[in-house]
C-alpha cells in the first residue's frame, strides 16, 4: 500500500489534526509517555502518572492473529475473529502507516501497515492519515498484518480521541503491533500499579503450559512484553496478568505452550462484550 504524500491538512472545520501534526506531536509525546512507564513504579510519582494510564480511559486487548487455537472439535484461527468484528462494523478507516514503526524509522515489520480506527468517529480523521474502507479492504489489511507476524490490539485509550479530535466512546482502534516499536507493548515489564490492568486478557481464551513439554529453555520469559512468564522449579509458569497475545506460543521450540478457547463463539461473544464495557461502537449481529 503506498502512501499518498499528496494529501493535505486543509478542511479543519470538518476534520481533526493532519498527519503533519501528528507526526509533530508523537514525536514530543514519545518520550514523556516512554519515562511515565518508567517511573509508573516509584513512590509519589506513580500517583501523579496514574491518571494518565487508569481504566476505563486506557484499556487494551491483545489478539493473535497467526496462531492456530485449539478447540474442542476443531482448529479456529483467531483471525477470523477480527474478521467477524470488521464485519460487524460500518465505518472502518485504514492508517497508510504504523504511527509508531513511522516515529521509530524502522522498516520490519512493515511501517505500511497501519493501524486500524473504528467507529462513527472516524469520519474526523483527516484523510492525510488514510482512507474509509470497505469490510473487503479491511479482511485483506488484517491478512497483511498476520503474514507480517503482528498482533492486533484492540485498544481504547484517551490518547487517540485526544490526538484525532474525535468523541472517546465512538472511537475504537485495531493496532497491528510488533513487540519493539509499539507505544503499548514496549516498556511494560516494570511496570507500576497505574499499569497493572491496562491490558487485559479475553475472557474466553486460556494460555496453558504442558509441563511434559516444557524444557525450560526460558524462550517464553524472554519474549513476554509484560513480564508474566516466569521459570518455577525449571518449568514456566503464566502469571495472572498474562494478556493472552500469543508470543509465548510462537516461540516455545517444544510446543509446550498453546491458546486455548471453548469455541469461536464464544471468544467472539467475549471480545464484543468487552468493546460494548468501554465504548458506544455499533456492532450489528449482536
Same mark, same amino acid.
Given at each position: ?27 514530543? #509525546?514519545?518520550?514523556? +509517555? ?7 513504579? =516509584?513512590?509519589? !510519582?506513580?500517583?501523579?502518572? *496514574? ?103 484492540? #485498544?481504547?485509550?484517551? +490518547? ?7 468523541? =472517546?466512546?465512538? !472511537?475504537?482502534?485495531?493496532? *497491528? ?110
Amino acid at each position: 500500500m503506498a502512501i499518498s504524500h499528496q494529501k493535505t491538512d486543509s478542511a479543519p472545520q470538518r476534520y481533526g489534526p493532519g498527519r503533519n501534526f501528528i507526526i509533530q506531536a508523537v514525536k514530543l #509525546a514519545w518520550p514523556v +509517555i516512554k519515562a511515565g512507564k518508567k517511573l509508573s513504579n =516509584f513512590p509519589v !510519582l506513580r500517583w501523579l502518572i *496514574y491518571p494518565f494510564f487508569m481504566r476505563p480511559y486506557n484499556e487494551v486487548s491483545s489478539i493473535p492473529l497467526n496462531i492456530d487455537v485449539q478447540g474442542p472439535d476443531h482448529v479456529v484461527m483467531p483471525r477470523r475473529i477480527v474478521k467477524r468484528l470488521l464485519a460487524d462494523v460500518d465505518d472502518i478507516f485504514i492508517f497508510d502507516e504504523c504511527i509508531c514503526r513511522r516515529h521509530n524509522n524502522v522498516t520490519s515489520p512493515p511501517p505500511m501497515i497501519g493501524c486500524m480506527a473504528l467507529g462513527p468517529a472516524i469520519r474526523r480523521i483527516h484523510p492525510s492519515h488514510g482512507r474509509i474502507v470497505t469490510t473487503q479492504e479491511s479482511f485483506h489489511h488484517v491478512d497483511r498484518a498476520a503474514e507480517a507476524g503482528l498482533i492486533a490490539n484492540c #485498544a481504547h485509550v484517551w +490518547i487517540d480521541p485526544a490526538s484525532f479530535q474525535t468523541r =472517546f466512546h465512538d !472511537l475504537m482502534f485495531i493496532c *497491528y503491533c510488533d513487540d519493539t516499536n509499539c507505544l503499548y507493548r514496549t516498556d511494560m515489564k516494570n511496570r507500576g500499579a497505574s499499569l497493572q490492568g491496562a491490558y487485559q486478557r479475553l475472557p474466553g481464551l486460556a494460555v496453558c503450559v504442558d509441563a511434559g513439554k516444557c524444557e525450560g529453555c526460558g524462550k517464553c520469559v524472554e519474549r513476554c512484553f509484560l513480564a508474566e512468564m516466569a521459570l518455577v522449579n525449571g518449568k514456566a509458569l503464566i502469571g495472572p496478568s498474562c494478556a493472552g497475545c500469543g508470543r509465548c506460543v510462537e516461540n516455545c521450540p517444544n510446543g509446550a505452550v498453546a491458546l486455548n478457547i471453548k469455541n469461536e463463539d464464544g471468544l467472539y461473544a467475549d471480545l464484543v462484550q468487552w468493546i460494548k464495557g468501554v465504548s458506544h461502537l455499533p456492532i450489528k449481529n449482536t
